[in-house]
């Protein structure tokens, strides 16, 4: 708190020749003055430590962010700090005033003694008059409230106004937002704080004041960070938020108290680094309505087709853009990607002021839980019949190193069975198994062909009977919709046999399109069975044909 006062000043009236060892002498006093002095600067807050507390870091606000954070009055702003990155930390400073008549003449960070502190100025017009400073924590990943352990503050300042006439006795009160409720701070001592103050107490348990009418409570000069009118405070559960109120004693002689000040600085607080996994489980349409969805559609290149340009669709890509969103039901959890089912205890960070979207997940976990671990990773899944087909893989690896504790964008895409990416179309095409097809004769491969004897046909037989020992080649045409690749795609068609319930038994012949599309255990000639493929990728947004003949109702070898 400053108090201007009056000295004379002495050398003017003295002849500096005349009195030149009066004024080496008085130089002398002066420098024995300022050694005595410097021995009472500010101490170490004896609260300002993180014992106790396995695993934490411990931090406090560095000259830059007090410079920031008194440059953006009533806004969150992310702190620096000085614990490397491992304390997620947002800030917001808010002040109100008691009274519209409390005059604000300084509310500003200033550094002295290489210690940044917050300047707060007032002039209050009645003794009940006061300013509040409100200090709300946040973790910046997360956006939602964070509990500090170990806060600590340190008052400088504290004193009295020596004016008899108007006397203002500083009072300086800090309470805190526990998980319990509010709490009190608690007034920290040791020999070197308090051994030199001008018994800076704890009033009614509650704030900081000067020490009272004695005579021995100092006036400091302002700006000092003096241990004199120093007071240091520690809270005893974590906190999330800080109130600092600046008022005095209730001793005040005349209505109209002097400008009043005192310095604030927030010393130390503790938190236990927690790893913060999180993503969204979505919907990967690419913004096709679900009553647009078709799981026969193949056409993915006509004007007319939803399924005609559109790069976002089943990309594994979340993407607000193409008007993807989240989808609910699925759980998330943190394993060891070599084994899976080593599941770490999880917590789901839950919002309070700005709720998880649709689908949205978050999992924090202390840094203590993984011990060395490093092989990390997120597995989705979830029960019931909705969005049955993965666009991307079930299990994701973090990349996870031990100073990075923010892991967002982690999604896992889905879509509903009317948009998986593989489309298969069957066309049948009657001959009189001839020795050879021109399989790709783009004659026998019209689109719309409605005729089965004519080219491969989608359509039903429209009459045209067929007869014993005649042929049905297909065409089975595997469309890949998806803007991701298809690998190990194998594609298998079982014949007709009347142990099925066919009419007639049919076995396949020749001719034969591919001798390398076809695996070593398909179905050979002159045998019914199963046509089955070698593995095959299909690339994105392209199709591939399977051809292959076969005898209508003979006798068959048996297999």
């Known amino acids: 708190m400053y108090k201007a006062r009056k000295f004379s000043n002495m050398m003017n009236t003295f002849s500096f020749s005349n009195y030149q060892s009066q004024i080496l002498s008085l130089i002398g006093l002066m420098i024995l003055s300022l050694i005595s002095i410097s021995s009472h600067a500010l101490v170490a807050n004896p609260g300002a430590t ?5 695993g934490a870091s411990q931090g406090s606000l560095t000259t830059t962010d007090y410079r920031n954070l008194m440059s953006d009055i009533g806004k969150y702003v992310t702190v620096a700090g000085n614990a490397s990155g491992s304390i997620p930390l947002q800030v917001k400073i808010t002040k109100d005033e008691s009274s519209s008549g409390n005059v604000e003449s300084a509310f500003e960070a200033f550094t002295n003694s290489n210690k940044t502190v917050i300047n707060i100025k007032r002039k209050f017009p009645t003794v009940s008059d006061y300013t509040d400073i409100t200090f709300e924590f946040r973790n910046s990943i997360t956006l939602e ?59 009614q348990q509650a704030g900081l004041f000067t020490g009272g009418s004695d005579g021995r409570a100092f006036n400091c000069t302002a700006k000092n960070l003096g241990t004199e009118c120093q007071g240091s405070i520690q809270f005893p559960e974590a906190v999330k938020s800080v109130k600092v109120r600046y008022t005095n ?17 927030l010393d130390n607080y503790c938190y236990v680094p927690q790893y913060i996994f999180s993503g969204t489980v979505f919907d990967d349409n690419g913004g096709i309505p679900a009553g647009s969805a078709n799981k026969d559609n193949a056409d993915i290149t006509s004007s007319n087709s939803v399924y005609t340009n559109k790069p976002k669709f089943f990309n594994g890509i979340y993407d607000l853009t193409a008007s993807e969103t989240g989808i609910s039901g699925s759980t998330v959890q943190l394993a060891n990607c070599s084994n899976t089912s080593t599941i770490y205890p999880t917590q789901s960070v839950t919002r309070t002021t700005s709720p998880l979207s649709v689908g949205e997940y978050q999992i924090s976990i202390p840094k203590t839980t993984l011990a060395n671990n490093t092989n990390l990773c997120l597995v989705e899944s979830r029960t019931g019949t909705s969005y049955p087909i993965r666009t991307s893989n079930e299990s994701k690896s973090v990349g996870f190193s031990a100073t990075t504790y923010n892991y967002p964008n982690n999604d896992f895409g889905r879509v509903i069975a009317e948009n998986a990416a593989l489309v ?30 004519n080219g491969f046909s989608e359509s039903a037989n429209n009459g045209n009977a067929l007869t014993p020992v005649q042929c049905i ?27 099925d319930g066919a009419a007639v038994t049919s076995t396949l012949a020749n001719p034969v399109a591919s001798t390398t599309d076809y695996a070593s255990n398909s179905v050979s000639i ?34």
Do not use: H, W
């Open 50 to 54: 993180c014992q106790g507390i396995t």
């Open 145 to 203: 409230p964070i509990f500090l352990n170990n806060v600590a503050f340190s008052a400088f300042d504290i004193d009295y106004s020596n004016n008899d006439s108007n006397k203002f006795y500083d009072y300086v009160k800090f309470s805190g937002v526990a998980a319990s409720g509010e709490i009190n701070s608690v007034q920290q001592t040791s020999t070197e704080l308090n051994g030199n103050t001008s018994f800076i107490t704890n009033y």
């Open 526 to 559: 002159g045998n019914n069975g199963t046509v089955i493929t070698n593995p095959f990728t299909i690339n994105a947004r392209s199709n591939r044909n399977f051809y292959f003949n076969t005898k209508y109702g003979t006798t068959v070898n048996a297999q």
């Open 249 to 265: 004693t209730g001793t005040l002689i005349r209505s109209s108290p002097t400008t009043q000040e005192v310095d604030i600085s």
């Open 473 to 499: 080649a297909y065409r089975i045409t595997a469309t890949n919709r998806a803007n991701v690749p298809i690998t190990n795609f194998v594609m298998q068609d079982k014949l007709r046999s009347k142990s």
């Open 424 to 453: 298969l179309r069957k066309a049948q095409y009657v001959n009189n198994c001839p020795s050879t097809i021109l399989y790709t004769d783009p004659d026998l491969n019209r689109v719309g062909e409605t005729d089965l004897r």
